[in-house]
């Protein structure tokens, strides 16, 4: 079995910045490319970062220059670090991934309970 756990949510103000931490548990052997959702009340969930198993990172444009994705493979986790956080930013955040490896099995499209973000003006 495996699960994705997101921590570091909160509230914090306009301007200043967050970090989010996601972690895959379970005896993981590998895990492909992760994801940072997010969607705010009313609105449908959209995708906000990615990265590939080789690193490789892609935004959205309304973060872009504001959030940055890492990701650590030896403790399988990934960080969301958010910067200049504004008001629209406010949502709860899940991370994903389409595929993890649990020894010589493979879980599909595995989603994160989510972690709330609240941004005061």
């Known amino acids: 079995q495996v699960q994705l756990v997101e921590s570091g949510g909160g509230l914090v103000q306009a301007g200043r910045s967050l970090r989010l931490s996601c972690e895959a548990s379970g005896s993981i052997s590998n895990f492909d490319a992760m994801d940072w959702y997010r969607q705010a009340p009313g609105k449908q969930r959209e995708l906000v970062a990615v990265?590939?198993?080789?690193?490789?990172?892609n935004y959205a444009d309304s973060v872009k220059g504001r959030f940055t994705i890492s990701r650590d493979n030896a403790k399988n986790t990934v960080v969301l670090q958010m910067g200049s956080l504004k008001s629209e930013d406010a949502a709860v955040y899940y991370c994903?991934?389409?595929?993890?490896?649990?020894?010589?099995?493979?879980?599909?499209?595995?989603w994160g309970q989510g972690t709330q973000v609240t941004v005061s003006s």
């Open positions: 994903q991934s389409n595929k993890i490896g649990v020894g010589s099995r493979w879980y599909y499209n595995i």
């Open positions: 990265i590939t198993s080789d690193g490789t990172a």
